[in-house]
């Protein structure tokens, strides 16, 4: 089976890559978009594909990646099957970050003051979560709660104080967050950081096998801990500060994309990861394509559609842990 | 969602229009008053324009930035309220211009402090303007001043109406947070006044409807209007309405208008309507190519 799952899941990777670049608000005829490849440029399919739909696509897959392998090391350091950057606060520190650098015009001047606000946001908001909740599943998801009320206060805040009328209005889309009319330049802002963030994220991939067995077993066999937590919450931080600088808070991908993975690769920690991060892509670029296929006057956003999908699956969840621990 | 926000700020923040059944009883309004009170962003400056500073009790403190643009300094001197009841009884006005959006508290207030309202519809298109300014000239006691108004503008539009293209520009105003104006809208009316095709009009559904960068692309608009004013605060639609591409594919084809005269109807929105044709005149005649 396992030799089966890597070439299976590329395809189907592939595959919804494709769809997400054939859909978009206006249906072209894939002829179109083809045709336009070959085409003297500028042409309509041309445009519409290199500047709006791959850029978009990219980005989902890219974001979906981050937040499923930041979900799948959270939940291996902290071995807790409910942990992911959204039930952490990690996305809503992240979203005031960047909304502070949008409204307040510290993003007309420094392109870059986004991403880096967002990382920012990201890493007081985890260091908050990681200091307070010490000692428990229990502990650590009620101040995540908290964090991610005070994140989430700290938006309408912001915004109350912008300058632009539009800005409450503006604040659904942050705390739902979207891919629509992503541009290359933001994708390319946020890059860098997001591939640095993976990095990290993958470089615990053996302490995190060694945790399985306790933390003293851990330490014991030579696994830093606290080295192994400042890469996890840095990595983190760097990887989903930047993505949601970009597209604004998108919840459940880190939880789901985990669980989905487990059942086909088992449950060691590092085998989990890039699968993850594959399936993370998958499901956000799906979710995304599903937004512009429902025929509304406005895009529905992105984050309802991965709430509406990840919430029954979290209570199933809460429900399994509920019969498995005593 | 633009001119639904201006709206908003115009009638005072979100107020359900009301279904009055026991309306207008025909308040006595004296020849000319002289302490009038208005209580909408757009009445303000049609009283503004119709009667000397002395006779106005206060306009609305969202007035000062179109007043600015449009006439600058008129406003100097006058008093301002926020269309809250209290200012009603502190004011003492002997007429109040409402608009059917006003605070339901503040016009049942008003009808007991003995001051006569007078609601005054959104103009969103010509006729409607002729019809506003001669109800509040009529309301204020200057009737033939508002005539005068209303013979400028109407010259101005016939002025327009001689310059016609004969193959009108397709426009759209696009400002990136995904609504446009369609039919009714005011800014629809000063589009057609100035020689264009407002392609959001097209659209099935009227008023506001939504236009993604995709959908302008296929639209293929000879130019597209962008409004700009005392909204252009960093925001994500400020982000969105600098998209790279659409600054590059419409390159000489953007025109920047002032959201200011595009809010209300007034007799300036003829001289609105005279500076965006003469944008479309600078516009390239050949059609987009992509």
Redesign the interface.
């Known amino acids: 089976v396992n030799r089966l799952l890597w070439p299976a899941a590329t395809l189907l990777l592939i595959l919804i890559a494709l769809v997400s670049l054939g859909t978009?608000?206006?249906w072209?005829a894939p002829s179109t978009l083809i045709d336009g490849l070959f085409a003297p440029k500028?042409?309509?399919g041309w445009?519409?594909l290199t500047?709006?739909r791959l850029p978009r696509t990219l980005l989902g897959l890219l974001v979906g990646a981050t937040l499923g392998l930041a979900g799948a090391v959270l939940q291996g350091l902290l071995r807790n099957p409910l942990a992911e950057p959204g039930l952490l606060g990690v996305s809503a520190g992240a979203a005031l970050g960047a909304v502070i650098a949008?409204?307040?015009?510290l993003?007309?001047v420094l392109p870059l003051a986004t991403p880096l606000l967002g990382i920012g946001g990201a890493l007081l908001a985890g260091l908050l979560t990681f200091t307070i909740g010490r000692g428990g599943t229990l502990t650590l998801i009620l101040t995540g709660a908290a964090v991610s009320g005070l994140g989430g206060a700290g938006v309408a805040l912001a915004l109350n104080f912008?300058?632009?009328?539009?800005?409450a209005?503006?604040m659904t889309?942050?705390m739902l967050g979207s891919l629509?009319?992503r541009?290359?330049?933001q994708l390319g802002l946020a890059l860098p950081f997001m591939l640095v963030g993976i990095g990290l994220l993958l470089s615990t991939a053996r302490a995190l096998d060694a945790l399985t067995l306790g933390e003293a077993q851990a330490t014991s066999l030579g696994i830093d801990l606290d080295r192994t937590r400042i890469l996890a919450l840095a990595g983190t931080a760097l990887a989903v500060g930047a993505a949601t600088s970009v597209t604004g808070v998108i919840g459940f991908i880190g939880l789901l994309a985990p669980h989905l993975v487990r059942p086909f690769v088992g449950h060691q920690p590092s085998r989990v990861l890039l699968p993850s991060a594959l399936f993370g892509g998958a499901l956000l670029l799906s979710a995304d394509i599903a937004t512009r296929l429902i025929p509304t006057?406005?895009?529905v956003k992105l984050g309802v559609l991965t709430s509406l999908a990840g919430t029954p699956f979290f209570f199933w969840l809460v429900l399994r842990l509920r019969r498995t621990s005593p | 969602m633009k001119r639904f926000l201006g709206l908003m700020l115009a009638f005072g923040i979100g107020l359900a229009p009301q279904a009055d059944a026991t309306a207008p009883a025909t308040p006595h309004v004296a020849a000319k008053p002289q302490r009038i009170m208005s209580m909408n962003m757009c009445n303000d400056m049609m009283l503004l324009m119709l009667v000397p500073r002395e006779r106005i009790a206060s306009i609305t403190y969202l007035a000062h930035d179109a007043v600015e643009t449009l006439m600058p300094g008129a406003d100097r001197g006058v008093a301002i309220n926020h269309g809250v009841a209290e200012e009603i009884l502190q004011q003492q006005p002997d007429l109040i211009l409402a608009s059917p959006w006003s605070t339901p508290v503040a016009r049942n207030l008003a009808r007991r402090v003995g001051a006569p309202v007078v609601e005054v519809e959104a103009a969103n298109d010509f006729e409607a303007i002729r019809r506003v300014m001669r109800q509040i000239g009529d309301a204020v006691g200057e009737r033939p001043r508002a005539e005068t108004l209303i013979r400028e503008m109407d010259a101005e539009l016939a002025r327009l109406a001689a310059r016609r293209q004969d193959r009108p520009l397709r426009v759209v105003a696009w400002t990136g947070d995904g609504s446009v104006p369609g039919t009714g809208t005011l800014t629809d009316a000063i589009i057609t006044v100035a020689g264009a095709e407002n392609i959001a009009a097209k659209k099935q559904d009227d008023s506001y409807s939504s236009f993604s960068v995709e959908e302008l692309l296929v639209a293929r608009p000879d130019a597209i209007m962008q409004g700009n004013g005392r909204y252009d605060r960093p925001s994500l639609r400020q982000a969105r309405a600098r998209h790279p591409l659409i600054d590059r594919l419409f390159a000489g084809r953007q025109i920047d208008y002032p959201d200011a005269a595009y809010t209300c109807g007034l007799p300036q929105t003829a001289l609105a309507a005279r500076a965006l044709a003469d944008a479309f005149d600078r516009i390239p005649r050949e059609g987009p190519r992509w």
């Open positions: 978009g608000r206006v072209l500028p042409n309509l445009l519409i500047e709006l949008i409204y307040f015009g993003a007309a912008a300058p632009s009328p539009y800005a209005y503006e889309i942050w629509s009319e541009t290359w330049s006057a406005q895009e």
